[in-house]
């Protein structure tokens, strides 16, 4: 039976545990506020009603293809890719093709940071994995001229960040909407944890400092981990309404 994601891959290891897969979503929650298109998310109204039901569902088909058959993985692209084709005729324009690249990008930079961060650096061969199996998605979408080895995606992601992120109207309003629906309290957790993840030219737009407060707590957080005590922390920090969608992105590994 063919898998999109051959079991052996790391990318399995990366999106099989919710907490890995969390600061994914954190870290791309704040290139989606910053990115130059994200005024496509907007015009259809569910981004700023229901940002965290928004993101969460990105990640969802994300970890959906990882962990699906070849078949059902394309069937899984395909509909993301007409979905957008939709919203392209309602708007009566074109998503740039680079919006659709950042994205890409967005996940595949996180999936290794969010991976190092909490478990162990990854080697070269297993960050060209997760390069590679995010090609195979954009390919698959029909995404041209995508990088084909890791060092090139990290020269072409920050020509991507230097020419495709700004801090305006739509920036200011959409932290204002993650402030609303997580509180004071997880928001500050979700601020520090950018500041953990995000590239210095995404800190700097949005005026964050260099050290996140969180770097020392993320010993902790392993220790609780490894004695299997992390869900008292979650419990804890996570809103109640997406405590169950949390949940079940954890993925027994075969």
Do not use: C
């Amino acid at each position: 039976m063919k898998y999109f994601v051959d079991k052996a891959s790391v990318v399995r290891k990366i999106w099989g545990k919710s907490d890995t897969i969390l600061l994914i979503f954190a870290g791309a929650s704040a290139e989606f506020g910053l990115n130059k298109a994200v005024d496509w998310l907007y015009f259809t109204g569910k981004l700023p009603k229901d940002p965290l039901g928004r993101l969460f569902s990105t990640v969802n088909y994300a970890k959906a293809i990882v962990f699906s058959k070849h078949e059902t993985a394309l069937n899984a692209i395909d509909h993301i890719t007409a979905i957008h084709q939709s919203v392209e005729e309602k708007r009566g324009k074109s998503i740039p093709d680079w919006a659709y690249k950042d994205v890409l990008f967005m996940l595949i930079y996180y999936s290794v940071v969010a991976f190092e961060t909490l478990e162990r650096p990854l080697s070269p061969n297993e960050k060209q994995d997760v390069l590679n199996v995010f090609k195979n998605v954009g390919d698959r979408m029909g995404l041209k001229n995508l990088p084909t080895t890791y060092t090139e995606f990290t020269s072409i992601r920050q020509e991507h960040l230097n020419n495709n992120l700004h801090n305006g109207d739509y920036t200011t309003h959409l932290y204002k909407q993650y402030r609303k629906h997580l509180g004071f309290f997880r928001y500050r957790l979700l601020i520090e944890t950018q500041i953990l993840l995000l590239p210095n030219t995404a800190k700097k737009l949005l005026k964050f400092r260099t050290y996140s407060l969180l770097r020392p707590l993320v010993v902790i957080y392993k220790i609780f981990r490894r004695f299997k005590l992390d869900w008292i922390l979650k419990e804890a920090l996570l809103p109640n309404a997406y405590k169950a969608d949390i949940k079940r992105l954890n993925v027994a590994q075969e």
